[in-house]
């Protein structure tokens, strides 16, 4: 395939998927992999992360030949434009790639840019693995106990962008067919409105619960927990709920159990190897994870809901600064940590990449890597726990030692080479 501004590496084979159906994934030794920078603190983390990974790969028998692509403002110096063709074509031909935060202005301006790449590429699962490394601080007595992985669907709910400015034609002409045309007269006060339209389909919900419990079954997990304010939002939140249950009853035979056959029938003895699935109420889940950690182990959910939930999550086992994250579709694997570009601290050298090696993990993982994986997450708990951490962490830490960001990398790659 042919790029505009794009230089594809001379060594480095593609990943290629073997099998549509199963998205089965054939990973050769030297994959080539483009990697995104982002915006911001991008800059640093970025490249932080890279050596990381390299290392890691190396060390395993491996290599990795990195492809540049651009979006944000690498993009607008580099094209005009803030999402370039060459790196959406560049994504889905090359199928696991990584990125680092991208800027999206508040109230005004362009979309964000982190979700028009997820919609574009339909990476319509955005995983979000919330896991305490041992030494980092946490506000709670004992973090050890978080260990959850949130699929949150990324192409629909209230993100889907459907929505129209309060005081324009088109919002008018939306108020008036919802109270006039659907009876709904009362529903909105006078004045000034904004309204937006929630879709959730049953397309997008049984893939979604599909990825989740796929991912339960082959990590070994125990648990799948459909998160939903079905109670009031009956037709939306409502309807996930009972289209994830539908793919967990009539697609996977033995190996899924609801909750209810699970008390009903076992006595709550749940059969060996199988997942089981359950349903909870967003706002009662938000106390569960704080109150009854340990209970839950794989979260399917919507948009919006993912959203706060995995950043609830990621506060209980030291920050956002430490959060990995990816986005995976059918065959293609986008991974991205969770935490913003924090444009103040750009190129400062001074901020904590952990997020986005991490986020390296998980595309490592999804690459069947898994030993590659463990390295890396395993080298950067050794860092931390031996105090040395770049200065968000090292504030809160009794004897720790402040590193740059670079610095903290070269620390990584030595514990790789030691545990390798």
Same mark, same amino acid.
């Given at each position: #395939?042919?790029?505009?501004? &794009? ?11 073997? *099998? ?11 994959? %080539? ?8 603190? $991008? ?23 990195? =492809? ?16 370039? /063709? ?22 005004? $301006? ?33 973090? /050890? ?29 939306? @108020? ?7 009876? +709904?007269?009362?529903? %909105? ?5 904004? &309204? ?15 990825? +989740? ?19 009031? =939002? ?22 899924? &159990? ?26 009662? #889940? ?13 979260? +399917?959910? #919507? ?7 995995? *950043? ?9 600064? %430490? ?5 995976? $579709? *059918? ?24 997020? =986005? ?5 998980? #595309?490592? /993982?999804? =690459?069947?890597?898994? *030993? ?6 395993? +080298? ?6 031996? @105090? ?5 962490? /090292? ?20 514990? %790789?080479?030691?545990?390798?």
């Amino acid at each position: #395939m042919a790029y505009d501004k &794009i230089e594809v590496p001379d060594e480095g084979e593609p990943i290629e998927v073997v *099998d549509e159906e199963t998205d089965e994934l054939a990973v050769p030794d030297n994959p %080539i992999i483009p990697i995104l920078y982002g915006d911001g603190i $991008g800059t640093d983390v970025g490249p932080a992360t890279q050596k990381v990974l390299e290392a890691a790969a190396q060390a395993t028998g491996r290599d990795i030949s990195w =492809m540049r692509v651009y979006a944000g403002e690498s993009a607008r110096e580099k094209y005009d434009e803030n999402l370039p /063709e060459d790196t959406v074509k560049a994504i889905r031909e090359f199928r696991v790639a990584i990125k680092g935060p991208l800027t999206t202005p508040v109230g005004a $301006g362009f979309r964000s840019l982190n979700v028009a790449l997820r919609k574009t590429l339909d990476t319509y699962a955005n995983v979000r693995p919330t896991y305490h490394l041992d030494g980092v601080p946490s506000p709670v007595k004992r973090p /050890e106990k978080m260990d959850m992985v949130t699929f949150r669907e990324n192409t629909e709910d209230v993100y889907a962008g459907i929505e129209w400015e309060a005081g324009t034609e088109e919002v008018q002409q939306v @108020k008036e067919f919802v109270e006039e045309e659907m009876g +709904a007269d009362d529903t %909105i006060h006078p004045g000034p409105v904004g &309204i937006g339209v929630k879709p959730i389909t049953e397309f997008g919900t049984k893939r979604l619960v599909r990825q +989740a419990i796929d991912y339960a079954l082959e990590h070994g997990r125990d648990s799948v927990t459909l998160v939903h304010k079905g109670n009031i =939002m009956k037709f939306t939140e409502g309807a996930f709920r009972d289209w994830g249950y539908e793919v967990a009853e009539e697609e996977y035979g033995d190996e899924v &159990i609801t909750e209810d056959t699970l008390w009903e029938e076992r006595d709550g003895e749940a059969p060996e190897n199988a997942v089981v699935v359950n349903d909870r109420i967003a706002d009662n #889940m938000l106390q569960q994870i704080l109150t009854r950690t340990d209970n839950y182990d794989v979260i +399917a959910t #919507m948009n919006l809901n993912g959203d706060y939930l995995s *950043d609830a999550c990621g506060a209980q086992i030291g920050g956002l600064g %430490i959060a990995p994250g990816a986005n995976f $579709g *059918d065959g293609i694997c986008l991974a991205e940590p969770v935490h913003g570009s924090a444009p103040k601290y750009a190129g400062q050298d001074k901020v904590n990449p952990t997020a =986005m090696m991490l986020s390296g993990v998980l #595309m490592f /993982e999804y =690459m069947g890597w898994t *030993d590659a994986a463990q390295l890396v997450r395993d +080298a950067c708990e050794a860092t931390i726990s031996s @105090k040395k951490v770049t200065y968000d962490l /090292e504030r809160q830490i009794e004897g720790g030692e402040k590193l740059a960001t670079s610095e903290y990398a070269d620390e990584v790659v030595s514990n %790789i080479e030691k545990l390798a």
